[in-house]
Protein backbone atom coordinates (compact mmCIF):
# COMPACT_ATOMS: atom_id res chain seq x y z
CA UNK A 1 0.00 0.00 0.00
CA UNK A 2 2.93 2.36 0.88
CA UNK A 3 3.91 2.09 -2.68
CA UNK A 4 1.06 3.38 -4.83
CA UNK A 5 1.89 6.38 -7.10
CA UNK A 6 -0.47 7.86 -8.79
CA UNK A 7 1.10 10.22 -12.10
CA UNK A 8 -0.09 13.65 -12.34
CA UNK A 9 -1.33 15.09 -15.55
CA UNK A 10 1.54 17.92 -15.80
CA UNK A 11 4.20 18.06 -14.21
CA UNK A 12 5.35 17.52 -11.01
CA UNK A 13 5.88 14.67 -8.68
CA UNK A 14 3.39 11.55 -8.28
CA UNK A 15 0.91 11.47 -6.00
CA UNK A 16 1.07 9.05 -3.14
CA UNK A 17 -2.15 9.22 -1.75
CA UNK A 18 -5.75 8.30 -3.94
CA UNK A 19 -9.22 9.60 -3.13
CA UNK A 20 -10.62 6.61 -3.16
CA UNK A 21 -9.40 2.22 -3.26
CA UNK A 22 -11.86 -0.28 -4.59
CA UNK A 23 -11.05 -3.48 -3.19
CA UNK A 24 -12.66 -7.20 -2.80
CA UNK A 25 -12.99 -8.76 0.35
CA UNK A 26 -9.54 -10.37 0.12
CA UNK A 27 -8.22 -6.59 1.37
CA UNK A 28 -11.03 -6.44 3.94
CA UNK A 29 -8.71 -6.29 7.35
CA UNK A 30 -8.31 -4.27 10.09
CA UNK A 31 -5.09 -3.09 9.31
CA UNK A 32 -5.62 -2.41 5.44
CA UNK A 33 -8.38 -0.44 6.39
CA UNK A 34 -6.59 1.75 9.51
CA UNK A 35 -3.88 2.29 6.96
CA UNK A 36 -6.12 4.09 4.58
CA UNK A 37 -8.49 6.39 7.40
CA UNK A 38 -4.56 7.13 8.87
CA UNK A 39 -4.11 8.56 5.43
CA UNK A 40 -7.51 10.08 4.53
CA UNK A 41 -8.20 7.49 2.01
CA UNK A 42 -11.97 6.55 1.28
CA UNK A 43 -12.65 3.14 0.96
CA UNK A 44 -14.88 0.84 -1.30
CA UNK A 45 -14.60 -2.49 0.40
CA UNK A 46 -17.25 -4.69 1.11
CA UNK A 47 -16.92 -7.01 4.60
CA UNK A 48 -16.25 -10.91 4.64
CA UNK A 49 -18.96 -12.61 6.93
CA UNK A 50 -16.83 -12.97 9.69
CA UNK A 51 -16.43 -9.57 10.51
CA UNK A 52 -19.76 -8.65 9.92
CA UNK A 53 -21.35 -11.11 12.67
CA UNK A 54 -18.02 -10.32 15.02
CA UNK A 55 -19.35 -6.64 14.68
CA UNK A 56 -22.79 -7.49 15.40
CA UNK A 57 -21.63 -9.52 18.20
CA UNK A 58 -19.62 -6.41 19.98
CA UNK A 59 -22.51 -3.84 18.79
CA UNK A 60 -20.57 -1.83 16.22
CA UNK A 61 -22.15 -0.28 13.09
CA UNK A 62 -21.54 -1.90 10.01
CA UNK A 63 -19.54 -0.60 6.89
CA UNK A 64 -21.40 1.01 4.58
CA UNK A 65 -19.98 0.44 1.07
CA UNK A 66 -21.20 2.79 -1.77
CA UNK A 67 -22.63 0.10 -4.05
CA UNK A 68 -22.27 2.38 -7.05
CA UNK A 69 -18.55 3.07 -6.34
CA UNK A 70 -18.17 -1.35 -6.30
CA UNK A 71 -20.23 -1.78 -9.58
CA UNK A 72 -17.90 0.08 -11.89
CA UNK A 73 -15.08 -2.11 -10.29
CA UNK A 74 -16.25 -4.73 -12.23
CA UNK A 75 -14.99 -2.84 -15.55
CA UNK A 76 -11.78 -3.49 -14.15
CA UNK A 77 -12.11 -6.38 -13.53
CA UNK A 78 -13.83 -8.08 -16.99
CA UNK A 79 -10.76 -6.14 -18.60
CA UNK A 80 -8.08 -8.36 -16.89
CA UNK A 81 -9.87 -11.23 -17.63
CA UNK A 82 -10.17 -10.32 -21.32
CA UNK A 83 -6.28 -9.43 -21.82
CA UNK A 84 -5.65 -13.07 -19.29
CA UNK A 85 -7.56 -14.80 -22.14
CA UNK A 86 -4.02 -14.29 -24.07
CA UNK A 87 -2.09 -17.09 -22.75
CA UNK A 88 1.52 -15.54 -22.63
CA UNK A 89 -0.01 -12.54 -20.63
CA UNK A 90 -1.39 -15.35 -18.47
CA UNK A 91 1.63 -17.23 -17.74
CA UNK A 92 4.17 -14.70 -18.05
CA UNK A 93 7.02 -16.02 -20.15
CA UNK A 94 9.18 -12.94 -21.04
CA UNK A 95 11.55 -12.58 -18.20
CA UNK A 96 12.23 -8.44 -18.75
CA UNK A 97 9.73 -6.44 -17.91
CA UNK A 98 9.80 -3.86 -21.08
CA UNK A 99 8.91 -7.38 -22.93
CA UNK A 100 5.73 -8.12 -20.33
CA UNK A 101 4.77 -4.28 -20.72
CA UNK A 102 5.16 -4.34 -24.39
CA UNK A 103 2.72 -7.73 -24.62
CA UNK A 104 0.38 -6.15 -22.16
CA UNK A 105 0.46 -3.33 -24.53
CA UNK A 106 -0.37 -5.48 -27.45
CA UNK A 107 -3.18 -6.80 -26.00
CA UNK A 108 -4.68 -3.82 -25.11
CA UNK A 109 -4.79 -2.65 -28.32
CA UNK A 110 -6.16 -5.96 -29.47
CA UNK A 111 -8.85 -5.48 -27.73
CA UNK A 112 -9.17 -1.74 -28.39
CA UNK A 113 -9.60 -1.98 -32.14
CA UNK A 114 -12.10 -3.20 -33.88
CA UNK A 115 -12.59 -6.48 -35.95
Request: hydrophobic share 30%.
Amino acid sequence: MARIRIKRCGPGRPRTRPERVVGDKGYSSRKIRSYLRKRGIACTIPERVDQISGRRRRGESLCRLDREVYRRRNVVERCFNRLKQNKALATRYDKRARHYKALVTLACLRLWLPG
